[in-house]
């Protein structure tokens, strides 16, 4: 249980007070009556979801092209993504989503229908209402070169509609949810099964029929411990640190949560720590101004994690991992009998082989039959440039290792944040954006006085797998998505 807590952990410390959606004290409605009636109102939702059950639409950051059922659209502007979060115009995707759009200049106000659904989102507003209800979003609409954008994902899920986050993005009315196999799955009591990893937490039947999706989770505490157990306690409501003595921790305004000035004067930090008893540990360490590091805390604990729908906190689901067991919203705990696993992926089938992944290895299938496994001989992230170079990056022996398009390699020792290029080229150096679960969102290769050199984003993982004979296969994961790369160079896509 605790190794998937980890990674969600791990991921989301650096936005840890933040939830998606949470509703304000005062409402139209209260948020469990609106919760009531969206779990038990199902006949508008189920007649809507019914009408759009083969809808499948597609869209990429940064391009214009709308692949809806085959059709393409062009946008006037394309998907934009801004602090992990992905906006988008509204004509042509609502359209798309089947709804309509009513602008009201005066205000900077939208409103989306859908069937039963109205939605109403102001430019620089994190305040939305949906059916009457207010809600907070952790994203603003915002007026981007005189276009209006709005964040994708409440919109679509509040339309009934599936987001999946993939190159391309996928919006759809499925019904039905495939895990990757590193996906911890769990069998309830209740017969059903619990998917959860990253971000994201999904109840399904056996058949993997979506019976409830819930993203975006929330820890009530982190607990770090030092070496003698002494406990450092963050609690995401107050945005304070408990210290081992009881004394609470404030910060200042800052939005960084890896780097804040505490009230008591020192420096917190939540990274990486580099010691040589622990030669790789995640946790907090404090720092004087003059930056001597005084304490250090790790091994991550995760007491409560909450996961939460588009109406928010009161309508979440709680995972305990101690007791194995998740609470619903109306108090009904179920727990877990057996942990599950699903069969491998199936990539697709080239030269009249089938080709499945279990995470460990590649397996080569003949007539349903395993042929040829192959285990995996290495992993690295892939950053692209505007023309679509690529630029490999991993991490090993705390260090940063970067192989440019024409073959130069680079190493980046600790915190270091420039390289010397090999045969005298000279001298790079790096910035980096917070890291997310798979990579930092963009790299900058900039020269001495900081001018960009490149700028390069995220283009998801490689994990590179070779067969008895040598050769190598490539699979290319970006949000999910996967795209088997033959030693040839031929491609094949899930």
């Known amino acids: 249980m605790k190794k998937p807590i980890l990674i969600a952990a791990l991921t989301i410390m650096l936005s840890a007070a933040s939830c998606c959606f949470s509703y304000a004290e005062e409402t139209t409605g209260t948020a469990a009556e609106v919760s009531k009636t969206a779990a038990t109102d199902t006949t508008s939702e189920a007649a809507k979801i019914a009408a759009n059950a083969n809808k499948r639409i597609l869209l990429k950051i940064g391009q214009r092209n709308l692949i809806v059922n085959g059709e393409t659209v062009i946008l006037d502007v394309p998907p934009v993504l801004v602090v992990d979060r992905t906006l988008v115009p509204l004509r042509g995707i609502i359209e798309a989503l089947d709804g309509t759009v009513d602008w009201d200049e005066n205000e900077k106000k939208v409103t989306l229908r859908n069937g039963t659904s109205v939605i109403e989102l102001t430019i620089d507003s994190n305040i939305a209402y949906l059916n009457g209800v ?16 709005f964040p994708l994902r409440f ?11 993939g190159n391309p993005i996928v919006i759809s009315a499925q019904s039905k949810f495939y895990p990757m196999p590193w996906e911890s799955m769990y069998e309830g009591e209740d017969g059903n099964l619990y998917h959860y990893a990253y971000d994201k937490m999904i109840i399904t039947d056996n058949e993997h029929n979506i019976i409830a999706k819930y993203g975006y989770p929330d820890m009530e505490e982190y607990v770090y411990a030092d070496d003698s157990g002494n406990k450092l306690t963050y609690n995401s409501g107050s945005r304070a640190y408990i210290k081992p003595d009881g004394t609470m ?6 939005e960084d949560l890896a780097y804040q000035i505490g009230s008591d004067g020192n420096i917190y930090k939540y990274g990486t720590m580099y010691d040589e008893n622990i030669p790789y540990a995640d946790g907090i360490y404090l720092e004087t101004p003059d930056g001597e590091i005084t304490e250090r805390y790790y091994h991550y604990i995760c007491d409560k994690c909450i996961y939460t729908d588009i109406y928010g906190r009161e309508n979440a689901i709680i995972l305990d991992p101690d007791a194995s067991a998740f609470e619903y919203p109306d108090g009904k705990v179920v727990k877990f009998i057996k942990e599950r696993k699903d069969e491998p992926k199936f990539i697709g089938t080239y030269n009249n082989s089938d080709y499945y992944y279990d995470y460990a290895d590649l397996v080569r299938y003949e007539n349903g039959t395993p042929a040829e496994s192959m285990q995996k001989s290495g992993y690295y992230k892939l950053y692209v440039n505007e023309n679509g170079d690529e630029y490999k ?11 440019f398009p024409n073959g130069d390699r680079v190493t980046l020792e600790h915190n270091n944040v420039s390289a010397i290029l090999p045969d005298n080229k000279g001298t790079v150096y790096f910035e980096f954006s917070e890291e997310t679960g798979g990579g930092y969102y963009w790299i900058d290769i900039t020269d001495a006085d900081k001018n960009v050199i490149e700028h390069l984003k995220y283009g998801g993982f490689i994990d590179a797998f070779k067969n008895e004979n040598g050769d190598i296969y490539k699979l290319h994961n970006y949000g999910g998505h996967l795209t088997l790369i033959m030693p040839n160079g031929d491609k094949i896509e899930e």
Request: aromatic share 16%.
């Open 393 to 403: 990056y991993c991490y090993k022996d705390n260090k940063k290792i970067f192989v």
């Open 155 to 165: 919109i679509a899920e509040a339309f009934g509609y599936i987001v999946d986050y």
């Open 134 to 149: 207010e809600v907070q979003l952790d994203t603003k609409p915002v007026i981007m070169n005189d276009r209006a954008m």
């Open 249 to 254: 921790i404030t910060f200042n305004d800052s």
